[in-house]
């Protein structure tokens, strides 16, 4: 074969194994199976898309061994010893029965004594991963049948692995007596001893040093790859099974230090590899023989030996406690291991391409059939509890923590979710009891309700608990039946390819950074505990660390509404969420800390409850450099400073926004502009003084007519003054009163704008003119005229390409803040404010100022149905400042039709 057409081979091998495990994953079956059903559809079976050849040999070869190595990164010697009785009891049935029953089927249907041998051997295995995962979605992962089958999975894989190496040294040796078999065994469990003890104790150091010292992206996870290839050389070299050495490695790094990287660096490796061994299997796979009705009645034999040899596995539960049934349909998946066993079978020619498609066709049906009679067997064991009868609470509690947190009695269905929150809180002091695992297993939380008791153990959990907390919640299924909300995110995780550490599945970053903040800043410790309610941030930290690229709204919403904080409670989480780029967008641009944008920031927060909570939600986010994080402390220390201003009796705190309208309106000389002082946008309130506010208001009084325009005019000295304009429902207002003012010379120095929510709008100017400012701006009794003249027109305006022009949305809780700047020159202003105009832009606020001759422009818009700013709208503005609004004969269309939108939504 040549270069490109192995290349094209891989791309086809990966492309249909990754394609075929999401397809599996969507249906609910084990990827496993789909990447063999892929094998066999793009294999020389069906389609004949690719043959097995010595690259994707290699390739599986080098998945096999990280599977194993991820199955020895599950163990530890500290699990190996600790298994139980029973578990070790089922682990002996579990694997000499299959093996007696499938010699005995081989020999019956003429097979010689070494194939008969390697059939018994591959149905001795268990796939223990796939009946994890049928346990978990079940949440009978605590249940005593569940720990007894994974506990058995221990001394199955030790077993397993010891089986398949005496076999294949018979089958290469052919016939061997009684003292080869007891070298045999000798030298595998030699071999994983000796592994294990040495590689736990030099392996550990090995990769600390290389973690410490290394320097070189990729030295750390080329090192874990060539520390597991050594010990499968080594095995090899000892006449053992190259993945015994894979399994050894993992065995012995697993309760090293640098396990969790070792597993989260090898993770994208194994993504590439291990489909492909499964895939490999497929592509070997013989349909051909399946229509052999002898091959057919093998299959069906195969297949009931399978099933009875780990059926009576259950037998090995000792005492009377729990179902024996349900253990033996664990233990029936033959999944990958059985599968690895099949593969060598066929690489050391023992078996023929027929007994090879009868094997694998006996492990998918094992494979496929374990999980949904596992479903049912669980259910009908549920619905054959008997009722908990409710006991009183004992006097220490339901929960005692000594060696393990022990349960002191079984508390009714409505207690249980208090009692199991608390569990949670308490693993991280001692390991959960075998009483505990149990109750929680059996006990119905769905029946339960949240209630103020287990909220406020679910809020202490999220401030003191850890990810082992989260595990715990997880394992007894607690999450799944109590908080599916966060269930769902935890299983969305485990299926994303990207998150390639394990323990990131149940971490919640930034819980953890404000439990982490709270516990080592005393500052933020003060500002947390001044909070009336510390549970908004913690539950909107909570929101934000599971919402990923979905909504966190509306997961605030069916979070709160389960948890049953109330109404208020939850509309202030969702504001918090809401808001929560509003200071650290502040932080980040220059003008952040000035006196508009905090008393801006200042009038929505509104409470320094509102304000606290927002900082701690702001540290919580991270990514702050110092320079920020000081600025950060500084605005929101000024915010409330603005919020605890207090009146002259001290009663309560005043916002600043409610003492300058209070302020504005005892200038007031009349109820219309009164009303029209306490109507008025914040943000112009708080940017400007009493007075100002007072004078402004009077020109709505009395009340506008639709069209009109008022002028006020104010001059400060020669070619130096302020011209005001008032108007009721004028679109176009602005772009208007820029393009009188460009026509006839007049510079504008700075100039504001507010829009009130009845239409009303008030712009203010302060011009520089080149003679008498009255008489370049005209006599104020025909302005009015003159502006409403110019609104019948279409405003037009030259392009202004060297502006650059930002939007953001952060800044402003209600509008997108658009900033404009460059180079000054004559009708810049009115450009861009026809722009706004002709792109069905509404502005609400403006500031319009020229530094050492570059404008520094800034407008508070929405589109004209109050929403922010569209990606859509947003390029319009662009280019209709860089091309002339309209100039270009065709742009007029586009803007046309994104009014026309807009004005239907605003309908």
Not at 112 to 128: K, P
Request: proline share 5%.
């Amino acid at each position: 074969m040549n270069v490109t057409e192995i290349l094209l081979d891989i791309v086809v091998v990966l492309l249909a194994a990754k394609l075929a495990a999401e397809i599996a994953e969507r249906i609910g079956i084990p990827a496993v199976i789909g990447e063999i059903l892929a094998g066999i559809v793009i294999g020389p079976a069906v389609f004949g898309l690719i043959d097995s050849n010595a690259v994707i040999e290699v390739l599986g070869e080098l998945g096999v061994i990280l599977l194993l190595l991820e199955v020895g990164l599950e163990l530890s010697v500290k699990e190996l010893r600790s298994v139980g009785r029973s578990s070790l009891t089922i682990a002996v049935i579990g694997v000499v029965v299959p093996v007696g029953l499938g010699i005995g089927v081989g020999l019956a249907f003429g097979e010689s004594s070494n194939t008969a041998l390697f059939l018994g051997t591959a149905l001795a295995a268990t796939s223990v991963g796939i009946t994890a995962r049928v346990f978990s979605d079940l949440g009978a992962l605590t249940r005593l049948e569940a720990r007894a089958v994974l506990g058995a999975a221990v001394a199955d894989d030790v077993l397993g692995l010891v089986l398949l190496t005496i076999v294949v040294r018979i089958v290469t040796l052919g016939s061997i007596d009684v003292v080869d078999v007891v070298q045999i065994v000798v030298v595998a469990l030699a071999f994983l001893v000796v592994a294990v003890v040495l590689g736990s104790k030099f392996g550990p150091r090995l990769f600390q040093f290389v973690d410490d010292h290394a320097v070189s992206a990729g030295t750390f996870v080329a090192l874990a790859l060539a520390f597991t290839l050594a010990f499968a050389t080594l095995a090899d070299a000892a006449k053992l099974a190259p993945i015994v050495g894979a399994f050894a490695a993992g065995v012995a790094l697993s309760g090293s230090a640098s396990a969790p990287r070792i597993r989260r660096e090898l993770a994208p490796v194994g993504h590439l590899f291990i489909p492909v061994f499964f895939l490999q299997i497929g592509i070997h796979a013989d349909l051909g023989g399946l229509g052999d009705p002898t091959v057919l009645a093998l299959i069906a034999c195969l297949v009931v030996v399978a099933s009875i040899g780990k059926l009576v596995a259950g037998l090995g539960l000792l005492g009377n406690m729990g179902d024996r049934l349900m253990v033996g349909l664990g233990m029936l998946p033959r999944g990958e291991v059985g599968l690895i066993f099949a593969s060598i079978g066929l690489a050391e020619g023992v078996l023929s391409p027929e007994l090879y498609a009868a094997l694998v066709a006996v492990v998918l049906i094992t494979t496929l059939v374990a999980p949904p009679l596992l479903r049912i067997r669980i259910r009908v064991l549920d619905r054959r509890r008997p009722a908990v009868t409710s006991v009183p609470e004992p006097v220490g509690g339901w929960l005692q923590v000594g060696e393990t947190v022990e349960l002191v009695a079984e508390p009714g269905t409505d207690e249980a979710l208090v009692v199991a929150l608390d569990a949670a809180r308490l693993v991280h002091q001692a390991p959960p009891s075998d009483r505990l695992l149990d109750w929680l297993g059996t006990v119905d939380l769905g029946a339960s309700t949240w209630d103020s008791r287990a909220t406020s153990r679910l809020l202490t959990l999220l401030r003191n608990g850890s990810e082992r907390s989260w595990r715990f919640l997880d394992v007894a299924d607690v999450l799944e039946r109590a908080l599916p909300e966060v269930a769902e995110v935890v299983r969305r995780r485990r299926r994303d390819p990207f998150v390639l550490d394990p323990a990131q599945i149940l971490r919640f970053d930034l819980v953890e950074e404000l439990q982490r903040l709270v516990a080592e800043e005393p500052v933020v410790a003060t500002v947390s505990e001044r909070l009336r309610y510390p549970e908004q941030p913690m539950l909107a930290a909570l929101v934000l660390s599971v919402t990923g690229a979905g909504d966190p709204v509306d997961l605030a919403r069916r979070l709160a509404d389960r948890l049953r904080i109330g109404f208020k409670s939850e509309a202030a989480l969702i504001e918090l969420i809401e808001d929560r780029n509003l200071m650290r967008s502040a932080v980040g641009r220059l003008d952040g800390l000035d006196e508009e944008p905090v008393l801006g920031l200042a009038a929505h927060l509104e409470t320094p409850e509102r304000a606290r909570s927002l900082y701690l939600l702001s540290l919580a986010m991270g990514g702050l450099e110092p320079a920020e994080r000081t600025r950060l402390d500084q605005l929101v220390g000024d915010v409330l400073r603005v919020l605890g201003r207090t009146d002259l009796t001290g009663r309560g705190a005043r916002s600043l926004l409610e003492e300058r309208q209070t302020a504005a309106v005892a200038l007031t000389t009349s109820r219309t502009q009164a009303e029209k002082v306490r109507r008025a946008p914040r943000v112009y309130v708080l940017n400007h003084s009493a007075e100002v506010v007072a004078r402004h208001a009077s020109m709505f009084d009395p009340p506008l007519r639709r069209g009109e325009v008022r002028v006020l005019l104010d001059e400060f000295g020669t070619g130096h003054g302020m011209l005001e304009v008032a108007s009721l429902d004028l679109s176009g207002l602005l772009a208007s009163v820029t393009a009188m003012l460009a026509n006839r010379g007049a510079e504008i120095v700075r100039a504001t704008a507010a829009t009130w929510p009845d239409g009303s709008a008030l712009e203010s100017f302060e011009l520089r003119t080149p003679g008498p400012f009255r008489a370049f701006i005209g006599d104020p009794d025909e302005l009015p005229a003159v502006i409403s003249a110019s609104l019948r027109n279409a405003p037009d305006a030259e392009p202004a390409p060297e502006l650059d022009v930002t939007f953001d949305d952060d800044a402003s809780p209600w509008h997108t803040r658009c900033e404009v700047t460059g180079p000054d020159r004559p009708g810049v202003v009115h450009t861009v404010t026809t722009a706004f105009w002709v792109s069905g832009v509404t502005v609400h606020t403006a500031e319009i100022r020229t530094v050492d001759g570059r404008v520094l422009d800034r407008f508070e818009v929405t589109r004209t149905d109050g929403a922010k700013l569209d990606a859509e709208t947003r390029q319009v503005v662009r280019e209709a400042i860089a091309s002339g609004p309209l100039r270009d004969r065709e742009t007029p269309g586009r803007f046309g039709a994104v009014r026309r939108r807009l004005r239907v939504g605003a309908r």
